[in-house]
């Protein structure tokens, strides 16, 4: 399968499933589900996705048959090992605890495991809960650990990274020869028990001390299992690129080399993959959006895509980034660099004075950015301008005037509308040559940062609405409301701070939240109230169906504006180009959404778990 089309094993994995339920309680073999199934797979292919099917709960294998688990007695679920050696079954969606394991009635399987469960006839209970015996263990919750090498016995064992790792682990061997106790180091666990009842694992990568420069971002690497080298195939595949864009790349795309068009970020970043531009009409003010046209690059179903879906998204730490694709594009021909030509996707939005959206139009395009500009050297312009400023930067003046205007105007129809606006403070890292920490001060938000954060929510409800008109499938960015019980809690914590949440019967909307944050604008508890409301705030999601945006107040919202580090921005583009060249419904990707939908929620939130984790170590 390594030449399917992301999510294509998902589509397949129903179709066997499906099959497999067909069979009942007779089951089937690997070979009669390759010829009932369906699907186009070989027999090697389909035994793997039935053990996926297995590690998810829904299928078993006993003694070379196949078997829907809905149809067994068994049952699928996680180990909780007690004091004492004897464990829990935690089973169904929730992980509650179902079923007592006697200690002698694990059969190797370890603390986390996904094991599959055969229920006891044996009457009585313990814990209140049935016995139960481990049948098979399904999936091992731990194969590698990451953390320190500590002098023990003299050996060594692993003291865990993550302190909830609940494992005592003895180090057969040496360390490598450059390694020290102390140093950090990669384990794989061994199927044998080690010294004084602790689990048995070998040194498999030294990542070494923590003060030695870059060794936190590999251990916070090691220990999420995000990829760090691109596999050989993808670097092949952009051997040779081209430095700028050529005459053929450009040709039947709209030319906008000779507009005012700008990027605005951060001083040390190296990408830039989305830039703007704004005129003044009879009306109001038409605004383009032009992001990078990754999708010119990378081609559905090739190396590069494969390996973008793997990884699913960027990781941003305070040294680098862990780019989603190979820096030849992240940082080259992707990059939107200025006076060089580059492909791009435009979006037109005209907007009238009262901030409202009137018109909208998406063309390929290419650019040349008249400037790489930063959030503090726009704020400097717009909020302490200088004289010689006109004549330095020309147009560019002009146009950020016009940006800021425009801003004010869309942030205040969304905020009347009832979207959130969340003003927590942040902080920036300054690092030494050594990657530590040497100062922690306020993160600005500037009048730049508003402008590039209107404008992008502006531009992605565009997307989100031009792939509703033509009924066009992607993946949305989508936001559920707060459940009732968190509500509850949110509301007695404000009102314990002298802040009261306003009645939501017959449904609660955001309008009710941004109140509580006005009102607490500019107090010494402001911080506090945005804390707690953002807690009560339910996690945004990536969905193949595009159900709202609760914080921005939405009924559809999807992500457009940054193809070269989010995998779903990616599809996003694909689509809207569908759009553009008059292509039909691609109904093979529609089936496939579902699955690319968890996917990048997985990795979105691995992400964001690594980031934080770096960040937390640092300060």
């Given at each position: 399968?390594?030449n399917?089309?992301?999510g294509?094993?998902?589509?397949?994995?129903?179709?066997l499933?499906?099959?497999?339920?067909?069979?009942?309680?007779?089951?089937?073999?690997?070979?009669?589900?390759?010829?009932?199934?369906?699907?186009?797979?070989?027999?090697?292919?389909?035994?793997?996705?039935?053990?996926?099917?297995?590690?998810?709960?829904?299928?078993?294998?006993?003694?070379?048959?196949?078997?829907?688990?809905r149809?067994?007695?068994?049952?699928?679920?996680?180990?909780?090992?007690?004091?004492?050696?004897?464990?829990?079954?935690r089973?169904?969606?929730?992980?509650?605890?179902?079923?007592?394991?006697?200690?002698?009635?694990?059969?190797?399987?370890?603390?986390?495991?996904?094991?599959?469960?055969?229920?006891r006839?044996?009457?009585g209970?313990?814990?209140?809960?049935?016995?139960?015996?481990?049948?098979?263990?399904?999936?091992?919750?731990?194969?590698?650990v990451?953390?320190?090498?500590?002098?023990?016995?003299?050996?060594?064992?692993?003291?865990?990274?993550?302190?909830?790792?609940?494992?005592?682990?003895?180090?057969?061997?040496?360390?490598?020869?450059?390694g020290?106790?102390?140093?950090y180091?990669?384990?794989?666990?061994?199927?044998?028990p080690?010294?004084?009842?602790?689990?048995?694992?070998?040194?498999?990568?030294?990542?070494?001390?923590?003060?030695a420069?870059?060794?936190?971002?590999e251990?916070?690497l090691?220990?999420?299992?995000?990829?760090?080298?691109?596999?050989?195939?993808?670097?092949?595949?952009?051997?040779?690129?081209?430095?700028?864009p050529?005459?053929?790349?450009?040709?039947?795309?709209?030319?906008?080399?000779?507009?005012?068009?700008?990027?605005i970020?951060?001083?040390?970043?190296?990408?830039?993959?989305?830039?703007i531009?704004?005129?003044?009409?009879?009306?109001?003010?038409?605004?383009?959006?032009?992001?990078?046209?990754?999708?010119?690059?990378v081609?559905?179903?090739?190396?590069?895509?494969?390996e973008?879906?793997?990884?699913?998204?960027s990781v941003?730490?305070?040294?680098?980034?862990?780019?989603?694709?190979?820096?030849?594009?992240?940082?080259g021909?992707?990059?939107?660099?200025?006076?060089?030509?580059?492909?791009?996707?435009?979006?037109?939005?005209?907007?009238?004075?009262?901030?409202?959206?009137?018109?909208?139009?998406?063309?390929?395009?290419?650019?040349?950015?008249?400037?790489?500009?930063?959030?503090r050297?726009?704020?400097?312009?717009?909020?302490?301008?200088?004289?010689?400023?006109?004549?330095?930067?020309?147009?560019?003046?002009?146009?950020?005037?016009?940006?800021?205007?425009?801003?004010r105007?869309?942030?205040?129809?969304r905020?009347?509308?009832?979207?959130?606006?969340?003003?927590?403070?942040?902080?920036?890292?300054?690092?030494?040559?050594?990657?530590?920490?040497?100062?922690?001060?306020?993160?600005?938000?500037t009048?730049?940062?508003?402008?590039?954060?209107?404008?992008?929510?502006?531009?992605?409800?565009?997307?989100?609405?031009?792939?509703?008109?033509?009924?066009?499938?992607?993946?949305?960015?989508?936001h559920?409301?707060?459940d009732?019980?968190?509500?509850?809690?949110?509301?007695?914590?404000?009102?314990?701070?002298?802040?009261?949440?306003?009645?939501?019967?017959?449904?609660?909307?955001?309008?009710i939240?941004?109140?509580?944050?006005?009102?607490?604008?500019?107090?010494?508890?402001?911080?506090?109230?945005s804390?707690?409301?953002?807690?009560?705030?339910?996690?945004?999601?990536?969905?193949?169906?595009?159900?709202?945006?609760?914080?921005?107040?939405l009924?559809?919202?999807?992500?457009f504006?940054?193809?070269?580090?989010?995998?779903p921005?990616?599809?996003?583009?694909?689509?809207?180009?569908?759009?553009?060249?008059?292509?039909?419904?691609?109904?093979?990707?529609?089936?496939?959404?579902?699955?690319?939908?968890?996917?990048t929620?997985?990795?979105?939130?691995?992400?964001?778990?690594?980031?934080?984790?770096?960040v937390?170590?640092?300060?």
């Open positions: 399968m390594s399917e089309l992301p294509h094993s998902e589509t397949e994995k129903r179709r499933f499906e099959a497999l339920e067909g069979r009942g309680k007779k089951g089937a073999q690997v070979g009669e589900l390759v010829e009932t199934s369906g699907t186009d797979l070989e027999p090697a292919d389909v035994a793997e996705l039935l053990r996926e099917l297995e590690r998810e709960g829904e299928a078993v294998e006993w003694n070379g048959r196949w078997y829907a688990l149809f067994t007695r068994w049952v699928v679920g996680r180990v909780e090992i007690l004091r004492g050696g004897r464990a829990l079954g089973t169904g969606t929730e992980e509650e605890a179902g079923y007592f394991i006697p200690k002698g009635d694990l059969n190797g399987a370890r603390d986390g495991d996904l094991v599959l469960l055969k229920p006839k044996k009457k209970k313990q814990h209140g809960l049935p016995p139960a015996s481990v049948a098979k263990i399904l999936e091992r919750r731990f194969r590698r990451v953390g320190r090498a500590v002098p023990w016995h003299g050996g060594f064992r692993l003291e865990p990274f993550d302190p909830r790792t609940n494992l005592d682990v003895d180090l057969r061997g040496s360390l490598p020869k450059e020290k106790p102390g140093d180091v990669v384990a794989e666990l061994l199927d044998q080690g010294r004084r009842g602790h689990l048995a694992a070998r040194v498999t990568e030294l990542l070494g001390d923590d003060d420069p870059g060794v936190d971002m251990v916070v090691a220990h999420y299992e995000i990829p760090d080298e691109f596999p050989g195939q993808v670097l092949e595949a952009v051997e040779g690129a081209p430095e700028d050529g005459p053929d790349d450009l040709a039947g795309r709209r030319d906008l080399s000779r507009d005012t068009i700008v990027t970020d951060g001083e040390s970043a190296r990408d830039f993959d989305d830039a531009s704004v005129e003044e009409t009879d009306r109001g003010f038409r605004l383009g959006v032009h992001i990078a046209d990754v999708s010119h690059y081609a559905e179903g090739s190396a590069l895509d494969r973008a879906y793997r990884r699913g998204t941003y730490f305070p040294e680098r980034a862990v780019p989603m694709l190979p820096e030849v594009l992240s940082n021909l992707c990059s939107l660099r200025p006076d060089v030509p580059r492909l791009t996707v435009s979006v037109f939005l005209d907007i009238d004075r009262d901030g409202e959206v009137v018109k909208r139009r998406f063309a390929k395009s290419w650019i040349k950015s008249h400037r790489r500009m930063t959030y050297e726009v704020a400097r312009l717009l909020e302490e301008p200088q004289p010689g400023d006109e004549e330095e930067y020309g147009d560019v003046l002009a146009m950020l005037g016009r940006a800021q205007k425009l801003m105007k869309l942030l205040d129809r905020l009347a509308a009832g979207s959130l606006d969340f003003d927590l403070p942040e902080v920036d890292l300054q690092l030494d040559a050594r990657g530590r920490v040497v100062e922690i001060h306020p993160a600005e938000r009048v730049a940062h508003r402008i590039i954060e209107e404008f992008m929510i502006t531009a992605n409800r565009a997307a989100a609405r031009e792939l509703d008109s033509h009924e066009m499938p992607a993946l949305h960015r989508v559920p409301p707060p009732e019980s968190t509500l509850e809690e949110t509301k007695a914590a404000l009102a314990a701070i002298g802040y009261t949440l306003a009645s939501y019967q017959g449904g609660v909307n955001p309008e939240f941004q109140r509580v944050l006005s009102q607490a604008h500019g107090g010494d508890r402001e911080s506090l109230v804390t707690l409301v953002l807690r009560a705030m339910q996690r945004a999601v990536y969905s193949a169906e595009g159900t709202g945006h609760f914080a921005l107040s009924g559809d919202y999807a992500h504006t940054s193809p070269i580090r989010r995998y921005d990616l599809i996003v583009h694909r689509q809207l180009k569908r759009i553009l060249d008059g292509r039909r419904d691609d109904a093979d990707l529609r089936r496939r959404l579902p699955a690319m939908a968890e996917h929620r997985t990795t979105a939130r691995r992400a964001e778990s690594a980031e934080r984790e770096l937390k170590w640092k300060k």
